[in-house]
C-alpha cells in the first residue's frame, strides 16, 4: 500500500482498514508525518483524526519537533473558535495532558529561529519542576544546535528519572541525531535503564580497550589514592567495603577519581580500583559511608575542652560534616589496619591552596612515616623515620607521586615493561548502593580526556 493509499484510506468506514493504513503510515516514518498533522487539524471525521493521532504516537521521537512546531503555532492559527477548540482537544488526548497552555508555552520557546536563552530556560524549567508530562519537549532539544541547550536537556531528562527511560529509549532506537545524547540521559538516569544492546556493546568496548591500554596511572590534581601490594581485587574491594565491580577503562577511572576529588567522602557512590600493577593494587578514593558512626567517638570528641570550642564556631552544616568524620576512624587509623589485613598499606594525596596532602606508609599494623602538609601549604610535617622511598628527594619540594614512584608504583614508574594482572573496574559504595547503582556519563578513552591531563608531582 502506497503512503497516498494509506492516507486515503483513513477515511474507511472499517476499522480493519484503518488500522492497516495506520500499520502502513508508521512504517512511511517522516513522510507521514505533515499528513498526519493536517488530518489532526483539519478532518470533519473524529474516526480519522484518531487514526492520524495513531500513527504520531507510533511515530514518538519522529513526531516531537513537528508537534512541538505545530503548538508553538496554535496561537496563531487561522480559522473559527470551534476548528481551534476542536485541535486543541484532539492534541490533549494525544500528548495525554489536561490543558495545552504550558505546552505551548514551551514550544513557542523552543520554536525553530528561538533565541538561545528561552531555550535553555525551557529545558530547565521542565527538570528543576518535574515535568514528566513534556518529555516530548525535551526530547525536541536534546538535538538543538547548541551544546548547552542539550545538555541542559539531558540533565532535565536525568532529574526526572525512570518515568522518562521508555522515552529515552525510543529516541535510542530511533535514527534521530538525539539518540545519542538520549544515550547520556539514560546513564545518568541509572546503567541499569539502558538497553541490552547498548550494555552488550559497552561492555565489549571496555573490555577491548582496558587488555589493550597502557599502564597509566589515573591520579588527578585532587585525588588520594591507596596502594595495597595484592593482587587480590575481590579482597580489596571487601576492605573498602565496595561491591557490583564493573570493567572500567582508566579514562573512566580518571573521571571518577575526579569527581570524588571535589566532594565529600561520605558522598562517593563509586571509586576505580585498578589492575594490579607490579603486584600493587591502587584505589582511587577514600570511600568511608560502609563504616558505621561510632558515637562514642563524638563524645570524646566533644569532651575535650580545646576541640569543642573549634567546633562551635562552625556553621550548623559544616558542624554536621565534622561529626561525621570524627565519628568514624581516621584515614592514617584505616591505614595501619589496612596494613595488618594485607602487608602493608599506603595513601597518598596531592595538596593545593584549598586541601591538604602529603603521604601515610603503614606495615603490619603500624604507620612507619607520615607526611602532612596543610591547605595553606605551610611546612612539610613529618612523622616517624626516613622511609628507603625517600632517598635522595628533597621532601619539601617534591609530589607525591614521586614518592609512590620509590615506595609502590607511580606516574613515572608504570610503563610498557610493566606488569599488568586482571584489569580496572569501577565498584559502588554503600553510598553508591543506596541511591540505585552505577549511574553517570563518563569518557571511555583517554583522548576524550586529553585537554586535562598534566603531569604531577
Same mark, same amino acid.
Given at each position: ?72 503555532? @496554535?496561537?496563531?492559527?487561522?480559522? &473559527? ?5 476542536? +485541535?486543541? =482537544?484532539?492534541?490533549? #488526548? $494525544? %500528548? ?84 545519542? @545524547?538520549?544515550?547520556?540521559?539514560? &546513564? ?5 535503564? +539502558?538497553? =541490552?544492546?547498548?550494555? #552488550? $556493546? %559497552? ?255
Amino acid at each position: 500500500m502506497s503512503i497516498d493509499d494509506a492516507i486515503a484510506e483513513l477515511e474507511s468506514a472499517e476499522e480493519h482498514r484503518r488500522q492497516a493504513a495506520v500499520r502502513t503510515l508508521i512504517g512511511a516514518g517522516r513522510q507521514a508525518i505533515p499528513a498526519m498533522l493536517r488530518g489532526l487539524r483539519e478532518s470533519d471525521s473524529t474516526s480519522t483524526a484518531d487514526a492520524c493521532a495513531r500513527v504520531l504516537t507510533g511515530l514518538g521521537p519522529l513526531a516531537y519537533r513537528p508537534l512541538v512546531e505545530l503548538l508553538a503555532g @496554535m496561537r496563531a492559527e487561522p480559522g &473559527a473558535a470551534a476548528i481551534a477548540a476542536r +485541535l486543541e =482537544s484532539r492534541l490533549c #488526548r $494525544l %500528548l495525554g495532558l489536561a490543558t495545552l497552555d504550558q505546552a505551548i508555552e514551551y514550544s513557542e520557546g523552543i520554536r525553530v529561529g528561538a533565541e538561545y536563552s528561552p531555550r535553555y530556560r525551557v529545558a530547565c524549567d521542565i527538570g528543576d519542576n518535574g515535568r514528566t508530562e513534556y518529555g516530548f519537549v525535551l526530547a525536541a532539544l536534546l538535538d538543538d544546535e547548541e551544546d548547552n541547550v542539550r545538555k541542559a536537556a539531558a540533565r532535565s531528562f536525568a532529574a526526572l528519572g525512570t518515568d522518562v527511560a521508555p522515552l529515552l529509549r525510543r529516541i535510542r532506537r530511533s535514527p534521530l541525531p538525539a539518540r545519542h @545524547m538520549a544515550l547520556q540521559a539514560l &546513564a545518568e538516569i541509572g546503567w541499569h535503564t +539502558l538497553d =541490552s544492546e547498548d550494555l #552488550r $556493546l %559497552l561492555h565489549r568496548f571496555v573490555t577491548s580497550e582496558s587488555a589493550r591500554e597502557a599502564p597509566l596511572n589515573p591520579v588527578v590534581m585532587k585525588s588520594l589514592w591507596w596502594a595495597l601490594p595484592t593482587g587480590d581485587q575481590g579482597a580489596v574491594l571487601e576492605a573498602f567495603g565496595l561491591s557490583d565491580p564493573v570493567p572500567a577503562t582508566i579514562a573512566m577511572g580518571r573521571a571518577v577519581a575526579k569527581r570524588n576529588g571535589s566532594i565529600n567522602e561520605l558522598d562517593f557512590e563509586r571509586v576505580y580500583v585498578s589492575a594490579a600493577l607490579d603486584g600493587w593494587t591502587l584505589v582511587f578514593g577514600d570511600p568511608t559511608s560502609h563504616i558505621p558512626r561510632d558515637e562514642q567517638r563524638i563524645r570524646e570528641y566533644l569532651d575535650d575542652e580545646f576541640t569543642r570550642g573549634l567546633f562551635e564556631l562552625h556553621c550548623d552544616d559544616m558542624k554536621e560534616r565534622v561529626l561525621e568524620r570524627v565519628a568514624r576512624p581516621s584515614i592514617d587509623e584505616r591505614c595501619a589496619e589496612l596494613s595488618s589485613q594485607f602487608g602493608a598499606a599506603h595513601y597518598y594525596k596531592n595538596s593545593d591552596a584549598y586541601d591538604w596532602g602529603g603521604w601515610c606508609i603503614a606495615e603490619n599494623g603500624e604507620i612507619l612515616r607520615r607526611a602532612y602538609r596543610g591547605d595553606d601549604l605551610c611546612d612539610l610535617d613529618l612523622e616517624g623515620d626516613p622511609h628507603p622511598s625517600e632517598q635522595g628527594l628533597e621532601l619539601e619540594s617534591v609530589g607525591v607521586s614521586r614518592i609512590a614512584d620509590s615506595a609502590s608504583v607511580g606516574p613515572r614508574s608504570l610503563g610498557p615493561d610493566s606488569r599488568v594482572t586482571g584489569h580496572g573496574v569501577l565498584a559502588l559504595t554503600a553510598r553508591g548502593r543506596e541511591v540505585g547503582g552505577h549511574r553517570g556519563s563518563l569518557p571511555l578513552t583517554l583522548t576524550a580526556y586529553a585537554p586535562s591531563i598534566r603531569p604531577l608531582g
